[in-house]
């Protein structure tokens, strides 16, 4: 795993990130939370936010011409919510 963080990390020392770049929580997901739900610890709450992370994050790489490292450590990487 550290080795697929390292590499993530080499890739990503490569493209050139404006200043002022940010992912963003889509609309529609922002609509979807209010007060309690942004503090629920419900697995499938947590899970669909990290889905939603990480569909932004693919995004956010496709804009800037990097390859998202997503896919490749999807494998290596499980998260666990419990």
Known sequence: MQDTLLGILKM???VA????SFIRMSED???NLDYPSKLSREPSH????IAHGQQ?????????GA??????AQGE???RIH
């Open 12 to 14: 990503l020392a490569n």
């Open 17 to 20: 990130i404006p200043l002022a």
């Open 29 to 31: 997901m922002q609509k």
């Open 46 to 49: 947590i899970a669909a936010l």
């Open 56 to 64: 932004r994050a693919k995004s956010f790489l496709a804009e800037l």
């Open 67 to 72: 390859e998202p490292p997503l896919e490749a």
């Open 77 to 79: 990487i499980e998260m």
